[in-house]
């Protein structure tokens, strides 16, 4: 669908797409002196469910906020269907920051109002469909929700976009059990049209190892793998044991 | 005991609070001057503050306005450091560990207190520096017109305001650190009163900008001392205040709060602004405006804002309907009151982007599919249209109040073409208040690198005094009340021409960096400042 009022922000016909929805060649990033990134280089083909998976300060944070055009990398190039990752690629990507936080003074209704008239690509149906899936109650005020209950807000305005590319940053963190459940559901829902491609950032491995067709493995800012999960379990490993295998 | 014995005991800390009043100490040392690199930062600091005071202040401004002035800028410095730190303290990450420290409430607070006090005894020092060397510069250039006393005069006005500045120093950091009581419950209200004594300071500006000393029988040396005895008596009342409120409230409250979530636990249910009930939100840039407009309309609906206003309004009716007797006095006391609708907008966008960052919202706002200086600029109208629907009812009830308390007033109005210079007065203000706006959106340059901060900052801090002290000459007493000559449009129209070309370009730098703030929360410039302070000790 593309955006009438933001000739920007289209967004590209994914089905014609053949190229990669993600690549990375040598992104490197410093943050005031620090060397965050060193050289990360890796493909997500359209239609997978990637994970980005490293331990703390890894840089996965960084490098998901240089795909989502937050800000560029100092060197190598991050593309977006062949496309650089910039402020103006925005309109092929959802994205869900890591311990992010919605206007508290809105109402759950309000927000979701105000996204449907910020996001060019919102879809109505989806948003009414998640709501019930993931129990959002539309009179609560953000303010007072609780983290589940936020994370569960923010996934849905995610996920109730068309966007060929979501990208969520620890969706897990500091989440009850009964909401990952719920999160974790509402992803594999989404797969369902085998279409949009997932890149997830998350420590909860056991949670969505059975999800990942692909993962990435970076450490200390360099890349340390990028594996087709079934040419692992082919192998006789899990994308558990090759995450321990690495950063064990 | 003896008193001597008694006071001894007094001061005496526990090594507990020894270790407290470090831990927060520690949070200050680095930005003394400690090295050749900072000891250069400070001087250049220094040197730029004297340099921006001379061109401001040079002509034309009495000694006693200089130190005024300083006195005042100290006291807005500590006041806001103080406002500042105890809103840090309720989205802190350290909060819970800080809380469960095994040390009487009291302590916890009163080394917060002493900690902050010391910084800001700093930059005081600094800034009286600045005022002595203020008058040492124009003491030597002066010719016999001038208005700088001599050296010994000014040697004894600076003496006399040490003290002054000395007691001005815990009276600001006690009051703004007061802030710490009122996140919950009918404390809320006492927002009130802080936020009056926040703005109200940078209104005497103006006032504080034309001091004669043949006309100011008040600012002797003795007087001053005075005031600095008055003074250290009201710190010594606001550190009570400010203990008593944090450690019967404040630390409850804190250890209650939920990060992120300030002032808004107590209603769960969320109140609809008009917009949102009739639907008008609207889609693209219309809904980005409505998004930055909807944090506005919460806060005029909250019950103490709106009481407020009301009283505000009830004044202005009054003010206008007394000063239809004096119309002059009524428009000067309106040219002073137009600073703050000048300072309010330009200290909203200072605050609001680094507040996101810091609450971790600013992904989402930068997330969002709309180039970044549109993401600004909805921003600046939204802030802008609160403000002049605020001030625009405030000026219809002060001329409602002034067309019924007479027709002396409107008389004196209708003719010689005086009506033109409320006009005048309104429009220099209006273009003043932008012109301060967009000043402020330079602020995200200051992101890419450390220099450019210590550059900025003299800039960006004397751009709030730019309503109160430049405006002098764009709207002079002498033009109030009397026909507006022809060179004073011109002038007006250059200056609009000027804001209509500085607005969209500082917009346009600010969205060239403004992702930098996700680097630079308050969280990652204490992490950094602790490595640098660990390489110093190390």
Redesign the interface.
């Known amino acids: 669908m593309a955006d009438m009022r933001n000739p920007d922000f289209n967004i590209p016909n994914v089905a014609a797409a053949k190229a990669p929805a993600i690549r990375c060649v040598d992104v490197t990033l410093r943050v005031k002196k620090k060397i965050v990134l060193d050289g990360v280089s890796f493909e997500i083909p359209v239609g997978s469910l990637a994970g980005l998976l490293g331990p703390n300060g890894a840089g996965k944070s960084s490098l998901m906020r240089i795909l989502t055009g937050m800000f560029p990398p100092d060197g190598g190039r991050a593309e977006l269907f062949c496309a650089p990752a910039g402020p103006e690629r925005l309109g092929v990507l959802s994205f869900l920051p890591d311990r992010g936080q919605l206007p508290p003074h809105l109402g759950a209704g309000e927000w979701l109002r105000l996204a449907a008239g910020l996001y060019p690509d919102w879809s109505e149906a989806r948003m009414e469909e998640l709501i019930v899936k993931l129990d959002v109650d539309r009179g609560q005020r953000i303010g007072s929700m609780s983290r589940g209950q936020e994370a569960r807000l923010q996934l849905l305005t995610c996920l109730s976009r068309q966007a060929p590319i979501i990208i969520l940053d620890e969706p897990f963190a500091g989440v009850d059990m009964v909401s990952r459940e719920s999160i974790a559901q509402a992803v594999v829902g989404e797969l369902a049209d085998g279409e949009r491609t997932f890149l997830i950032a998350t420590h909860d491995i056991r949670e969505m190892e059975n999800l990942f067709d692909r993962i990435v493995l970076i450490g200390e800012g360099r890349m340390l793998g990028c594996h087709d999960v079934e040419t692992l379990r082919a192998n006789g490993r899990s994308v558990e044991s090759c995450y321990r295998d690495v950063f064990a | 005991m003896s008193a001597g014995d008694r006071m001894r005991e007094r001061l005496r800390l526990e090594p507990a609070d020894k270790a407290l009043l470090m831990l927060e100490w520690r949070a200050y040392r680095t930005m003394l001057p400690r090295d050749a690199a900072s000891f250069a930062y400070w001087g250049l600091a220094l040197v730029a503050l004297l340099v921006a005071s001379l061109i401001c202040f040079g002509d034309g401004f009495s000694a006693q306005s200089i130190f005024a002035l300083g006195a005042l800028l100290v006291f807005l410095i500590a006041m806001y450091t103080g406002g500042g730190m105890a809103m840090t303290v309720w989205e802190n990450g350290f909060r819970e560990w800080w809380l469960g420290l095994p040390v009487p409430r009291s302590s916890l607070v009163k080394a917060k207190l002493i900690a902050a006090c010391g910084i800001q005894y700093v930059a005081a020092a600094g800034i009286w520096l600045v005022c002595i060397g203020h008058g040492v510069v124009l003491l030597a250039v002066q010719d016999g017109t001038g208005k700088m006393p001599g050296g010994g005069e000014l040697a004894v006005l600076a003496l006399a305001h040490a003290p002054l500045y000395a007691a001005l120093v815990p009276l600001g950091t006690f009051a703004g650190y007061s802030l710490l009581g009122m996140y919950y419950g009918w404390r809320r209200w006492l927002l009130v009163p802080w936020i009056v004594v926040t703005i109200l300071p940078f209104g005497l500006f103006g006032l504080l900008s034309s001091l004669e000393k043949a006309a100011a029988p008040y600012l002797g040396a003795g007087r001053i001392v005075q005031y600095a005895i008055g003074g250290a008596l009201l710190a010594a009342a606001a550190y009570r205040f400010c203990l008593w409120l944090a450690v019967r409230y404040g630390i409850p409250d804190l250890a209650r709060h939920r990060p992120?979530?300030?002032?808004?636990?107590s209603?769960?249910?969320?109140?609809?602004t008009a917009a949102?009930e009739s639907g008008r939100?609207?889609?693209?840039?219309?809904?980005?405006y409505?998004?930055e407009r909807?944090?506005y309309a919460?806060?005029s609906s909250l019950k103490p804002v709106r009481l407020v206003y009301a009283g505000f309004l009830l004044l202005a009716g009054v003010g206008g309907y007394l000063g239809a007797r004096e119309p002059l006095v009524t428009l000067s006391a309106l040219r002073a009151m137009l600073v703050i609708p000048c300072i309010v907008p330009s200290l909203a966008i200072a605050i609001q982007t680094s507040h996101d960052a810091n609450?971790?919202?600013l992904?989402?706002w930068?997330?969002?599919?709309?180039?970044?200086h549109r993401l600004l600029l909805a921003r600046f109208l939204a802030v802008w249209a609160f403000v002049l629907r605020a001030s625009g009812g405030l000026l219809a009830i002060l001329a409602a109040g002034f067309a019924l308390g007479g027709s002396a007033g409107l008389d004196y109005f209708s003719h010689g073409g005086r009506i033109g210079s409320i006009f005048y007065v309104l429009a220099a203000y209006f273009l003043c208040g932008l012109f301060v706006s967009a000043i402020a959106f330079l602020q995200t340059c200051t992101l890419r690198s450390s220099l450019l901060g210590w550059l900025y900052f003299p800039v960006g801090f004397a751009a709030y005094f730019l309503p109160g002290t430049a405006m002098r000459w764009a709207v002079p007493e002498t033009l109030l009340g009397g026909q507006i000559g022809t060179a004073y449009w011109i002038a007006l129209a250059a200056g609009a021409a000027l804001v209509i070309a500085v607005v969209p370009l500082s917009i346009r730098m600010s969205a060239k960096w403004v992702?930098?703030y996700?680097?630079n929360t308050t969280e990652d410039r204490l992490r950094?400042r602790g490595e640098q302070a660990f390489k110093f000790r190390s």
């Open positions: 992120g979530s300030f002032g808004f636990g209603g769960r249910r969320a109140r609809k949102f939100i609207g889609t693209g840039f219309a809904a980005l409505a998004l909807s944090r919460y806060w609450k971790r919202r992904e989402w930068l997330g969002l599919p709309y180039p970044r992702h930098l996700v680097f950094r």
